[in-house]
């Protein structure tokens, strides 16, 4: 990926072309993950790379191209996010919870555990999921998302460490007590109907 990275900025577009493609789920999956809206996180992942093609002429290989990548994806995820925060809500509604679950498509295969694994990573603190998510879910390696994060290995080791265990138990509790919000997820896909 780094050799195409560097053909690409010397304006070969078949490198760019298979940059883009071997990195595209990663990145999805990555700004996913980071927080994005699920339907918004293909924005995202177009901007980092419009970012990254653009910024081509500056990559010089120190570093692998899908760390170098990531990182930018990373800026592009807080750069939404500080957009977002200047921006007035539009939605006209203050049960903003069940106009998200109307606008989800349900009984697709995976759904629920999508659902289910999203909320669990939502509880974890922002830089143990990071961390947790750039090595776990993008299996980018620890030596790679230290230098991404911009902390020593160590660090990231421990973040993931502690966010596995809280991951475990999560998941232990909302097995012994049943999903907490059953309830009104039930009664909010009614009231989609």
């Known amino acids: 990926m780094t050799l195409w990275a560097l053909a690409a900025r010397t304006g070969d577009p078949r490198a760019a072309e298979n940059l883009v ?3 595209q789920r990663d990145v999805r999956r990555f700004v996913t993950h980071l927080g994005a809206d699920p339907q918004y996180a293909d924005d995202l992942a177009q901007d980092t790379f ?3 093609l653009g910024s ?10 899908r760390t170098w990548l990531l990182a930018i994806a990373r800026r592009a995820v807080i750069d939404s996010y500080r957009y977002a925060s200047a921006r007035p809500r539009l939605l006209a509604t203050d049960d903003w919870e069940t106009a ?6 349900h009984g697709l295969p995976g759904f629920d555990d999508g659902v289910a ?6 509880a974890l603190p922002d830089e143990r999921r990071e961390a947790f998510v750039l090595t776990q ?5 620890y030596a790679e998302a230290a230098e991404l994060i911009g902390c020593p ?11 596995r265990q809280t991951l475990i138990r999560s998941l232990g509790e909302a097995e012994r007590t049943g999903p907490p919000d059953a309830q009104r997820a039930i009664s909010s896909r009614t009231a989609c109907r």
């Open 153 to 163: 290995v160590g660090t990231v080791r421990s973040r993931v460490a502690r966010a």
């Open 117 to 122: 694994l999203g909320e669990l990573l939502d």
């Open 137 to 141: 879910l993008a299996g980018v390696p």
């Open 56 to 65: 081509l002429h500056r990559f010089e290989g120190r570093s692998s191209a």
């Open 100 to 105: 998200a679950e109307c606008a989800q498509e």
């Open 50 to 52: 419009l970012r990254a």
């Open 21 to 23: 493609r071997a990195l």
